[in-house]
Each structure stands twice: as structure tokens, then as C-alpha cells.
């Protein structure tokens, strides 16, 4: 059975980084058109960060992100990065991963087919 499993959220203080994990289980990076990172924060709708085209390693972000992220992708550990610097409170929110199973994707929610169930940061002092 596939699965998107993240890591890596926790508490981190104002400026700080961070490092999310998203492994594939069941299941292999390559078979995805797109892995894409979202997050969302209580009463806000859920948004688009960056995703990552498979086939060609281009990544795109959200222009708010201004280069504070970075989306990688290690297919020998068959899991998507996102690294996050100078985290602000704003960036308090549960991040999660998603994998497009077709080519048509991009930052809407409503573009992925597989979920996973989410991981935590919180940046306060």
C-alpha cells in the first residue's frame, strides 16, 4: 500500500531551520509525475510551497517563500526534502506532502492524488 510518510516538524525558535522528510513507502518517487510540499495553519485554507517535477529535477516555489526553502530529492532513500530557513511565526503550521500521478500538477491542493498525514511546526520563542 503506498504511503507518504513526513518527518521532521518539531519547535524551533524564530530564525531558525528546519528540515522535513517525506518518504515513500509502498511505492517509488520515480513512479510520480510531482512530489509537492504544502502546509496548513488552523483556519486557513491549505497552500502550495514547492513541488518537484521527477522526470527532470525542476522545482518551483511559491514567490512568498522569497529562496527561505528548498525542495530536494534523494531516490537511494526514495524520499522528498524540504529545507526550511529563517522560520518565522507565520510558518507555524502542519506540513504536509504530496505526490501527483499525473502531469498536469503545480501548487493547487486539488492537482495531488496521494497524501500523507501530515507533520507539525511550530517557531516560537
Known amino acids: 500500500q503506498l504511503q507518504l510518510v513526513e518527518s521532521g516538524g518539531g519547535l524551533v525558535q524564530p530564525g531558525g531551520s528546519l528540515r522535513l522528510s517525506c518518504a515513500v513507502r509502498?511505492?517509488?518517487?520515480?513512479?510520480?509525475?510531482?512530489i509537492g510540499w504544502f502546509r496548513q495553519a488552523p483556519g486557513k485554507e491549505r497552500e502550495g510551497l514547492s513541488c518537484?517535477?521527477?522526470?527532470?529535477?525542476?522545482?518551483y516555489y511559491e514567490d512568498s517563500l522569497k529562496g527561505r526553502f528548498t525542495i530536494s530529492t534523494d531516490s537511494a532513500k526514495n524520499t522528498v526534502y524540504l529545507q526550511m530557513n529563517s522560520l518565522q511565526p507565520d510558518d507555524t503550521a502542519t506540513y504536509y506532502c504530496?505526490?501527483?500521478?499525473?502531469?498536469?500538477?503545480?501548487?493547487?491542493?486539488?492537482?495531488?492524488?496521494?497524501w500523507g498525514q501530515g507533520t507539525q511546526v511550530t517557531v516560537a520563542s
Open positions: 504530496a505526490a501527483a500521478s499525473h502531469p498536469n500538477f503545480y501548487l493547487g491542493p486539488e492537482e495531488y492524488d496521494y
Open positions: 509502498g511505492g517509488l518517487i520515480s513512479d510520480f509525475y510531482g
Open positions: 518537484i517535477e521527477i522526470s527532470s529535477s525542476n522545482t
